[in-house]
T-cell receptor, first 112, second 111 residues
């Protein structure tokens, strides 16, 4: 089964609203990453948070990590139509070099 | 830097034919990952290399699939013989530290 599972599977919001996506995982991790995939394209790395960090910001992105609950959230503030994409969380496990396990993704649609 | 380069971008072939997908890593990256993405199964890791050495190929679905990394900047994924269920988008990604950089993918259709 997938290490990371995103919730919700699909999210539709109006431009300007905030979008929150959640990720749950099962085993101990070294880091958790979020990626974006536009239709027909490859995945693009957005942000990485390490297991000893609780929150990280990058522009309009805010990521939190709760290792006790084995969960993470990605918040996109002031969303834009261009944010429409699929968002994946990926977990890196200690001792597994740089191998990542990806979740099934959240499809975000931002309506203009 | 041009990023990870994959070729071809699209491939349509008939069942039983050999298919070779190619990937050029970002200069200086020393890890290479091959993934397959389908609607049904999502993104699956097939195999990854570190410093040209295959580390984990447990995701390779069958003996019909093989991957090589003849040098530090190039890799191939071969399917022989191809089957309709191999139809998917195949991505390679390279890495230097913890995050991965994906190529644009090869959309493979096996008729």
């Amino acid at each position: 089964s997938q290490q990371g599972e995103e919730d919700p599977q699909a999210l539709s919001i109006q431009e300007g609203e905030n979008a929150t996506m959640n990720c749950s995982y099962k085993t101990s991790i070294n880091n958790l990453q979020w990626y974006r995939q536009n239709s027909g394209r490859g995945l693009v790395h957005l942000i990485l948070i390490r297991s000893n960090e609780r929150e990280k910001h990058s522009g309009r992105l805010r990521v939190t990590l709760d290792t006790s609950k084995k969960s993470s959230s990605l918040l996109i503030t002031a969303s834009r139509a261009a944010d429409t994409a699929s968002y994946f969380c990926a977990t890196g496990i200690s001792g597994s070099a740089r191998q990542l396990t990806f979740g099934s993704g959240t499809q975000l649609t931002v309506l203009p | 830097d041009a990023g990870v380069i994959q070729s071809p971008r699209h491939e349509v072939t008939e069942m039983g034919q050999e298919v070779t997908l190619r990937c050029k890593l970002i200069s200086g990256h020393n890890s290479l990952f091959w993934y397959r993405q389908t609607m049904m199964r999502g993104l699956e890791l097939l195999i990854y290399f570190n410093n040209n050495v295959p580390i984990d190929d447990s995701g390779m679905p069958e003996d019909r699939f093989s991957a090589k990394m003849p040098n530090a900047s190039f890799s191939t994924l071969k399917i022989q013989p191809s089957e309709p269920r191999d139809s998917a988008v195949y991505f390679c990604a390279s890495s230097f530290q913890d995050s991965q950089y994906f190529g644009p993918g090869t959309r493979l259709t096996v008729l």
